[in-house]
């Protein structure tokens, strides 16, 4: 029993222990709540002016800090000058507070580094208040100008300190004059002092009288710095654009505009308005303000390459052109540089021209063609296209994607071209020669072949199994800038020749050309062509036609670090057929029987007839007729049927050959009359 005692005595200290120790405990236990809630808030009972920060995050107690300054800015605050008083809203003096450093100094509230000091902090945040102080700024020069006007309305015998008088293009001087006036640094410091607060009680301000601070001979250097800036017109040039403005002294003078500051470093400033000025570059604007121009690489006649610079987009700063009147008239100059704003910087700038690295002409080719022909026209209308064309690093140059469809509307005629494997009149035909010329640049050029597609058939004008052809909607030539610089391309022309130059920078490679021996030939298929003026079974040859092989065209690429690399492309040229004329009637599937046309043999002697019908498969049959002309005897009068009457192989061909018999009527008819003649006589 005493040992059941004992146990539940020591239960109780225990529970009781238990619970003294959970009473310590928990204000720690919540302070830690606290602080993990409110992190990233500022401390409880923490204020600004009065604005109550605590438990705000940033964004709400920046929003809290902002509202409160337009609160302070567009509350009036009254001024009392003599018997009159102002009202002015703090906003219209610059009012500002640091809305940002306010909010880091609340946020660092109650934040000390121990855990010690930060729970003490926390215990006491219960109790204790932290106002912080919200320093304001507002501009000074505002106010003075303000009081200058107060006390010209306010008071009776102002202090003045003068000015200048601008009139009909004279600057007179406006000499100061003792009188009552505000007292200056007393009043700032009371305007701060109300404008710092919500409660906005009148302010008075005290005066006093005053000698000015300006003095005679301030006036009468300000006369003379004046006369001088308005005395002679200011002209402002400019090169890029190139123009150049006047601003005469009639403007000049309508432009100036006199300040006088009263304050302890009393100064007259002297400055130019916008409007007068800005009148007169009004009407230069479009010129003034120009588009962007990327920088270009410019190549004279002897391949000389230079950078001509970039430049942004021009704008007209009428502040700035106002600052650089007024400096070189200060100065006493007569003309200057014209200022310009920018706008949007060239999408290829200087900078990147030079970054490109230095610029020569990598490769040149040049093809010759005869004069005059219509093809020549095509030849250098497409080089006219291309002269100039950029690839940029990266980039490829499609030809037919760069000049387009060929037209006559761009300039380009009809002539020969080939066309699945036969030469037929197109407009642009000719073409494929600078297809050649720029594909031969490229290639010792070193640069990247994509895709190209020599001729069908040889042409010896051109380098074997090294040429290309394009033509609209294909073939195609493209090739790739795989540098990391700029590659120009440039033509040129005479009329008997088309060169195509590149410039760039490839890395010091360097590329020269192997070709080949012929092989796989393929000998020239035979095409005859009907032709009804042959006789059946003669055939004439057109052309002997050549045959067709293979070739191997090499392209050895040696790099600056020595390495070296060749590049191969095989083309198969076709065989040129032969060609042979013939009648319809000797050719594969004519009809049968096949028709053949009479030929026409009036006129001929009668030997010559019949071996011409013969000749064209006919029998001749022959018949007699007198005739009256001795000139047709033993000729061909007339056949049956007549010439060009189809008619089948072994037709019978009638001829009539004429003959002439002398009967003597003739001479004796006229010996007879010469008789007769004698008759009469007698």
């Not at 402002?236 to 304050?263: C, G, K, M, W, Y």
């Not at 020239?524 to 004439?540: F, I, K, Q, R, S």
Request: net charge negative.
């Amino acid at each position: 029993m005493k040992r059941l005692k004992s146990l539940s005595r020591n239960a109780l200290v225990a529970v009781a222990g238990g619970g003294l120790l959970a009473l310590l405990l928990l204000p720690i236990v919540v302070f830690a709540i606290d602080e993990l809630r409110a992190n990233g808030e500022v401390a409880r009972n923490v204020t600004a002016a009065g604005v109550d920060l605590g438990g705000l995050g940033s964004d709400d107690a920046l929003e809290a800090l902002q509202a409160y300054e337009t609160e302070l800015g567009s509350t009036p605050v009254d001024f009392r000058v003599a018997d009159s008083v102002f009202e002015v809203f703090p906003s219209d003096l610059g009012l500002d507070i640091d809305e940002e450093s306010i909010l880091d100094a609340a946020m660092e509230q109650r934040r000390e580094s121990g855990f010690l000091s930060r729970f003490g902090d926390w215990f006491g945040s219960f109790g204790d208040q932290i106002d912080l102080a919200v320093p304001v700024t507002f501009d000074s020069d505002r106010l003075d100008d303000l009081f200058a006007g107060w006390e010209q309305e306010a008071i009776n015998n102002p202090a003045y300190e003068g000015g200048l008088i601008i009139s009909e293009g004279r600057v007179l001087p406006d000499y100061p004059r003792a009188g009552e006036g505000i007292d200056r640094p007393a009043a700032q410091a009371a305007a701060l002092a109300a404008i710092q607060t919500l409660d906005h009680r009148p302010t008075t301000l005290i005066t006093r009288n005053l000698e000015p601070l300006i003095t005679q001979g301030d006036i009468d250097d300000a006369v003379e710095r004046a006369t001088r800036i308005i005395d002679s017109p200011i002209v402002l040039q400019a090169n890029d654009p190139e123009f150049e403005v006047e601003i005469s002294p009639e403007v000049l003078a309508r432009a100036l505009v006199t300040e006088v500051h009263a304050i302890e470093s009393a100064r007259i400033d002297l400055s130019f308005s916008q409007t007068p000025i800005s009148r007169v570059l009004q009407p230069l604007r479009e010129t003034i303000e120009q588009p962007p121009r990327n920088a270009e690489f410019l190549i004279d006649e002897e391949d000389n390459v230079t950078v001509a610079p970039s430049r942004p987009q021009t704008l007209l700063d009428i502040d700035a052109v106002v600052d650089r009147v007024f400096d070189v008239a200060d100065r006493g100059g007569s003309t200057g540089t014209f200022p310009f704003a920018f706008g949007v910087d060239a999408e290829f700038t200087t900078e990147m021209a030079e970054a490109m690295g230095e610029i020569t002409r990598v490769s040149s080719y040049t093809t010759e063609h005869p004069a005059g022909e219509p093809r020549v026209i095509n030849i250098q209308t497409m080089a006219k296209a291309v002269d100039g064309a950029i690839v940029m690093p990266g980039e490829e140059f499609d030809l037919n994607g760069h000049v387009g469809e060929r037209t006559e509307a761009k300039g380009y005629v009809p002539a020969p071209m080939i066309l699945r494997g036969e030469v037929v009149d197109s407009v642009g035909g000719g073409v494929s020669q600078f297809a050649t010329t720029i594909y031969n640049t490229m290639f010792f050029g070193c640069y990247q072949d994509i895709t190209h597609k020599p001729h069908s058939f040889w042409f010896s004008r051109y380098p074997e199994g090294r040429e290309a052809t394009v033509s609209w909607g294909g073939p195609e030539l493209v090739f790739k800038n795989d540098t990391e610089s700029i590659l120009i391309i440039k033509t040129a022309f005479t009329s008997r020749s088309i060169t195509v130059k590149m410039f760039g920078n490839t890395g010091g490679r360097e590329c020269t050309a192997g070709i080949g021996d012929r092989y796989r030939y393929v000998d020239p298929p035979v095409e005859y062509e009907a032709d009804e003026t042959l006789p059946p079974g003669t055939e004439v040859e057109e052309s002997a036609g050549t045959r067709g092989w293979t070739i191997d065209v090499f392209r050895f690429v040696i790099y600056q670090d020595g390495t070296d690399e060749t590049q191969a492309w095989s083309h198969r040229y076709v065989p040129r057929p032969k060609k042979i004329r013939a009648h319809p009637c000797d050719l594969e599937g004519a009809a049968n029987p096949c028709l053949i046309k009479v030929p026409d043999v009036t006129g001929l002697k009668a030997g010559k007839a019949k071996s011409t019908i013969a000749t064209w498969t006919f029998v001749a049959a022959t018949e007699t007729v007198t005739v009256e002309d001795e000139a047709l005897d033993g000729k061909v009068v007339s056949q049956t049927p007549a010439a060009g009457k189809p008619h089948a192989r072994g037709a019978t061909v009638t001829i009539q050959i004429g003959e002439f018999v002398d009967d003597g009527g003739g001479g004796g008819g006229g010996n007879q009359g010469d008789q007769g003649d004698q008759f009469g006589l007698q």
